[in-house]
């Protein structure tokens, strides 16, 4: 049997969001996405399609491409230096075909179809401090 991949960053980015923001259980309910550009269309560069927040503080963006998305993180913290958001146990997280990572002084997790965005998810949970 031959399984269709969904490579389109639109695509990938909103399961991902309906992931991040559809689902309460454990330390999803801490995860929200904020600042959705509705009109975000995939480039080669890269357009910010929306953040992701962790318990309110923003730690992440989540980039759209013609092939993929992006999402890049760094450690999240409130304005008492209290860090809610591990960017380091993130990249820990990242496992299996489909996902990737990159620090270039933010850490980088690249999803390249929409099979491999639960475990996005499961890696940026990880990066939750509890």
Not at 19 to 28: A, M
Not at 61 to 77: F, K, L, M, Q
């Amino acid at each position: 049997m031959v399984e269709d991949r969904v490579t389109d960053g639109e695509r990938v980015a909103q399961l991902l969001a309906s992931e991040l923001s559809g689902r309460s259980d454990g330390e999803l309910d801490r995860f929200s996405v904020v600042d959705a550009d509705p009109d975000a269309e995939p480039t080669p560069e890269g357009t910010v399609a929306y953040r992701i927040a962790v318990d309110g503080d923003r730690t992440g963006e989540v980039h759209i491409y013609p092939d993929g998305a992006e999402v890049r993180v760094g450690d999240g913290g409130d304005e008492s230096g209290h860090h809610s958001f591990d960017a380091g146990r993130v990249v820990e997280g990242v496992r299996g075909d489909g996902l990737s990572t990159e620090s270039t002084g933010e850490t980088i997790v690249r999803i390249e179809y929409s099979a491999a965005v639960k475990r996005a998810v499961d890696a940026l949970v990880a990066g939750v401090d509890t």
